[in-house]
């Protein structure tokens, strides 16, 4: 009895402890919110289902077995009939599993095939993976009055109900981009671009994350899709396009002061003043985005922490490795948040 208690609180275990990992960031692949996820959770269902069944095939002749020539108190154990080879079994179970792994296989080509055709008029969207955050490039849109393209960081807006392709880049390490409702996995490999693409059917917000054990913020590699109607969408890159609005307030306007003095420029862009670093995301219009790094919400509290002591928020990031030794007084970081939250 014991024996079955504890196993049934291992069982328990598997089963919350995932559960519980998801349950402020829920990736689940088998809510579909586009064709292609529809497609992934298809495939998935059907190796699923035939999994299963040879599961349940073998699973219930190994308990057969067991329970039928099991050793008895009484002494009356019953021999198997010995067989030495049997033509028409062996020939039976090649061919059966034959015909389910070319079922499978038959489906795995139909559905590749299908998820690597992109629309010729697709939108193009460029994709970085950093450690450990997102790059999102729109090269068709650039900035007013310059050739640079609209990049944000962490969170990628696209209108809906448009196809949109993505071109993957990483100049570090292997990541690999995944947005469970809308597409499966790609790998995001150094030295190759591969593409993907999707098209999100509704409006929405969708959860997504780096699938590729990338390093020591790997967990926190996470970003959001915006799926917008495409009149919010229009709005949406109108507004990323226009430079860095002037900062209002004489803290706000000591902050950006400081960025440039404290040499936060030389890793992040703020377009139309003389930040242009491109080491770290672009802070253009930080004030717009939901998240700080990504694993944080906007908060002012959150925005100073990670100005202050960035390491506390994601342990091992870059930033904090390049200026761990530039110390700011509470003084300081109180400008430099109310200058990063003046851009919206």
Excluded at 167 to 193: A, C, E, M
Aim: hydrophobic fraction near 45%; charged fraction near 15%; aromatic fraction near 10%.
């Amino acid at each position: 009895m014991r024996v079955v208690s504890a196993l049934l609180g291992v069982l328990t275990a598997l089963v919350l402890v995932p559960a519980q990992a998801l349950a402020d960031e829920p990736p689940w692949f088998i809510a579909p919110a586009s064709e292609q996820a529809s497609l992934v959770a298809r495939l998935f269902n059907i190796e699923l289902a035939v999994a299963t069944a040879v599961a349940i095939i073998i699973w219930s002749l190994i308990l057969f077995v067991l329970v039928r020539y099991r050793a008895r108190e009484d002494g009356t154990d019953e021999t198997p009939k010995q067989i030495h080879g049997n033509n028409a079994l062996e020939i039976t179970w090649t061919v059966g599993t034959a015909v389910v792994l070319l079922f499978v296989f038959a489906v795995f080509w139909q559905t590749m095939n299908a998820l690597a055709a992109t629309p010729d008029d697709a939108m193009e969207i460029n994709v970085y993976g950093k450690q450990w955050w997102w790059e999102f490039e729109y090269p068709a849109y650039t900035r007013e009055g310059s050739d640079e393209p609209v990049r944000t960081g962490n969170e990628l807006y696209i209108p809906a109900g448009v196809p949109v392709k993505f071109n993957l880049y990483s100049d570090n390490v292997i990541h690999s981009f995944w947005v469970p409702r809308l597409n499966g996995k790609t790998d995001v490999i150094p030295g190759q671009v591969n593409t993907t693409w999707f098209q999100a059917d509704e409006p929405g917000e969708y959860h997504a994350q780096c699938a590729e054990l990338c390093g020591v913020q790997h967990a926190g590699m996470r970003f959001k899709v915006y799926a917008l109607p495409q009149d919010e969408w229009e709005a949406w890159i109108e507004a990323q396009r226009k430079p860095a609005v002037e900062p209002q307030s004489e803290l706000a306007q000591r902050g950006a002061q400081l960025f440039l003095a404290k040499g936060c420029a030389g890793c992040h862009t703020i377009y139309g003043t003389n930040a242009a670093g491109r080491v770290g995301p672009d802070l253009t219009h930080f004030a717009s985005r939901h998240t700080v790094a990504a694993v944080l919400p906007q908060t002012s509290a959150n925005v100073g922490l990670w100005v202050q002591n960035a390491d506390l928020v994601k342990p091992g990031n870059i930033m904090w490795q390049t200026m761990k030794n530039v110390p700011l007084s509470a003084d300081e970081v109180e400008a430099l948040t109310a200058y990063l939250l003046s851009l919206k």
